[in-house]
Structure formats: structure tokens, C-alpha cells
């Protein structure tokens, strides 16, 4: 069985709120490179609160929610903002090990554990390849909400996105992305939308790779 794929993210985000980021929205459908994002409107949650899989078995994974899909690749274009795909995807855990067991149970590709600490205060982070896209398990720094509780599901937390020219996306996007900074990823920049975008998973728009 092939290793899974993200076929679709929901959001529960209005798709206007996309649209004024920057983002080609058409139909509450939004398609940043080989992932889709259904834009499904203020409800359950906030952010991103489900997720749908090629190549997956039935049942949530630590929580997530899960969909299988057998929807085709699609690969969507550039958007106004510049984002050309997305580069990973990133969940919290209170427990990153009991993440990393239901994930890889789900026939998810562990390639690597990061043991010391990130710039934002997270312990230790894992990291899964899904097709183009990865997904950066991240342990929840202490004093946080999703920290507090560590019998709570895993929550697919954030986005970062790949664009050929930042400051480009910077200069377009004015006051709504923060300014430009080194990644932790050597070579590379990245910047975040600040909370005025409206959106409600943290979203980051990084130079490709190399």
C-alpha cells in the first residue's frame, strides 16, 4: 500500500477571508498545489478540524479526523499571493510519541525525530512524508491549551506555504504578513500572516528548498 497523501483540508473559514489573503477561492474550494482546501465556513472548531487521505484505512488518526479518498491528484496554479504549494503541514500533540505510533500504525512514512527544542518553545517534533507535503509533528510547549491536556487528540495546527519570490508575497500582502526571517530550515525564509488576515489556522509562506 502506498504511503498516504493529503487530499483535503477543511477549514472552517469563510471563503472571502482566503480570498482577501491573497488566494484564488472558487466554489468555498481553495488549491494550493496538490492539496485542497475546503473552506467549509464558520462551525465546529476553528482552523483546520479535518483531513482527507489517499491511501488510507478508515478512522481517525490520534484524534484527527479522517477521511479516505480516492480523489485523483489535481495540482492547482499560483495564487495572486504567490503560493505555488504547500510545503508541510503542522499538527500538535500533548504527546508526540502516542502521535507518532497512531500515525505510523495509519501507514503514514516516519522519516525523522527531532529531539531538542524549536525557536517557538516546542520539545521535540516528528516529521512524516506525504507525497509532496510533509507533516511536522510538533509537541506542544508547556503552558499552552492542547499542553494542558495530555489524554487530548492531536490538532492539525498550521500551514506553511511554498512561494518563488517572499518579499514579492511580502510587499503584495503589506501589513497582514510579518516581516521575513531566516527558517529554521537552512537556506531558507519565511514569513507569517499576522492575526488581522482573519484566518484560522496559523499560516507561513516559506521560499522553496535549494
Do not use: Y
Request: proline share 10%; net charge negative.
Amino acid at each position: 500500500m502506498a504511503s498516504p497523501t493529503i487530499e483535503r483540508l477543511t477549514v472552517t473559514d469563510a471563503p472571502e477571508a482566503w480570498a482577501a489573503a491573497g488566494f484564488a477561492v472558487k466554489g468555498g474550494l481553495c488549491e494550493i498545489g496538490s492539496v485542497r482546501l475546503e473552506l467549509a465556513g464558520p462551525g465546529r472548531g476553528r482552523g483546520i478540524v479535518a483531513w482527507a487521505l489517499r491511501d488510507v484505512g478508515p478512522g481517525d488518526l490520534d484524534g484527527v479526523p479522517t477521511a479516505a479518498s480516492e480523489a485523483p491528484l489535481v495540482r492547482g496554479g499560483p495564487h495572486p499571493n504567490g503560493a505555488t504549494g504547500v510545503d508541510h503541514v503542522v499538527a500538535m500533540t500533548p504527546d508526540v510519541d502516542r502521535s507518532m505510533a497512531a500515525f505510523v500504525a495509519g501507514g503514514l512514512d516516519l522519516r525523522r525525530v527531532r529531539e531538542e527544542p524549536t525557536p517557538g518553545g516546542a520539545p521535540r517534533q516528528a516529521f512524516f512524508r506525504m507525497g509532496e507535503v510533509i507533516l511536522e509533528v510538533v509537541q506542544a510547549p508547556e503552558g499552552t491549551r492542547i499542553a494542558s491536556d495530555p489524554a487530548g487528540p492531536a490538532r492539525l495546527w498550521g500551514l506553511a506555504l511554498r512561494v518563488e519570490d517572499l518579499e514579492r508575497t511580502a510587499r503584495q500582502l503589506g501589513e497582514l504578513l510579518g516581516t521575513p526571517r531566516p527558517a529554521v530550515q537552512a537556506g531558507r525564509s519565511i514569513a507569517t500572516l499576522n492575526k488581522e488576515a482573519g484566518l484560522g489556522p496559523a499560516v507561513a509562506f516559506m521560499t522553496p528548498p535549494g
